[in-house]
């Protein structure tokens, strides 16, 4: 079974309007970490927003927050007041466990920012 | 400070050859990754390490791939017998300890195999 599934392969949206990208994800364990990155076309990882499964609140960083359901097993981004600069894949990724361990990525949802 | 950086970025080398790809990551990070991404897909896991405990090598494909890190700082990729199918972006992670700290990538290094 997919651990983390992204099911926009593409999403657009008008500048300056609100998006959400969605990610579920698959995991027995009770401790784990959620994370989206940006990839633009240039092909750099950029890191947005990390959310802990302990967290008590949703994360937010500038224009980037993180609606986590923990029931449903959802992650998703929301991107507010979209800019031309946020066309990019975006991916979202779990860290199983509490230490250090690899992320598992989707496969991506690719946003277009129409002006 | 500096950030990841991976050498080279980019490599075309024949099938059956030899590739060795480097990872320089932020200094201070203890853990250090290798990810591929091949062409529209997202990220696979291949090896990482932490501090001086052994690799969590379970993402290698197969075993002619190998990696190792010297001095708990630079690491080596290292594809033996090249296949076309190892044509991808390999990328490399590095992160603080702690299980919040994000992974910071570099740019990827492109291996084409013809």
């Known amino acids: 079974a997919q651990k983390i599934t992204q099911t926009q392969p593409g999403m657009f949206v008008q500048e300056k309007e609100a998006v959400t990208l969605d990610c579920t994800y698959d995991t027995s364990d009770p401790s784990y970490g959620l994370f989206w990155y940006k990839q633009p076309s240039s092909g750099e990882m950029i890191f947005l927003i990390y959310?802990?499964?302990?967290?008590?609140q949703n994360a937010t960083e500038g224009r980037y927050s993180l609606n986590f359901q923990k029931a449903r097993k959802s992650a998703n981004l929301v991107i507010s007041a979209s800019q031309l600069g946020d066309s990019a894949m975006y991916f979202c990724a779990m860290r199983e466990g509490s230490g250090y361990n690899k992320l598992i990525f989707g496969a991506g949802t690719r946003l277009a920012v129409h002006p | 400070g500096a950030g990841v950086s991976q050498s080279p970025s980019n490599k075309v080398t024949e099938k059956g050859k030899d590739v060795e790809l480097r990872c320089d990551p932020i200094?201070?990070?203890?853990?250090l990754y290798w990810y591929r991404q091949s062409l529209g897909q997202g990220l696979e896991f291949l090896i990482y390490f932490q501090g001086n405990s052994a690799p969590d090598k379970s993402g290698l494909p197969s075993d002619r791939f190998s990696a190792e890190r010297t001095g708990g700082s630079v690491s080596t990729l290292t594809i033996q017998r090249t296949q076309q199918e190892d044509s991808a972006v390999y990328l490399c992670?590095?992160?603080?300890?702690?299980?919040?700290?994000?992974?910071?990538f570099g740019p990827g290094t492109r291996l084409t195999v013809t």
């Open positions: 992670a590095s992160s603080l300890e702690g299980a919040k700290y994000e992974q910071y």
């Open positions: 200094s201070g990070h203890t853990a």
């Open positions: 959310q802990g499964s302990y967290d008590q």
